[in-house]
Nanobody, 121 residues
């Protein structure tokens, strides 16, 4: 059983920074894609950033130039550095792994429980 745990959320003023981290417990054979998603009240969950096992990244237009995703393949962790935060970045942030738990098994999506990020003065 793979479990993901996010950390690093909180309350920050506009223009401030936060760093989110996600770590996995349980047996993982490989992770082809790691990502961060967010869901604001009354809105659908949306992609924030993803990173492949080769290091290729993709960002939502709304966060380009402000957020940076990174991964540590040795530790199976992913981080999201968020700078120049805006009130519209307020949401619950979820990490996501598309992973295989054993050789010969299929790849599946795994999700963390979410961490609240609030940007407000």
């Amino acid at each position: 059983q793979v479990q993901l745990v996010e950390s690093g959320g909180g309350l920050v003023q506009p223009g401030g920074s936060l760093r989110l981290s996600c770590a996995a417990s349980g047996s993982i054979f490989s992770i082809s894609r790691m990502g961060w998603y967010r869901q604001a009240p009354g809105k659908q969950r949306e992609l924030v950033a993803v990173i492949s096992n080769g290091g290729s990244t993709n960002y939502a237009d709304s966060v380009k130039g402000r957020f940076t995703i990174s991964r540590d393949n040795a530790k199976n962790t992913v981080a999201l550095q968020m700078n120049s935060l805006k009130p519209e970045d307020t949401a619950v942030y979820y990490c996501n792994y598309y992973a295989r738990v054993a050789l010969g098994r299929g790849e599946y999506d795994y999700w963390g429980q979410g961490t609240q990020v609030t940007v407000s003065s």
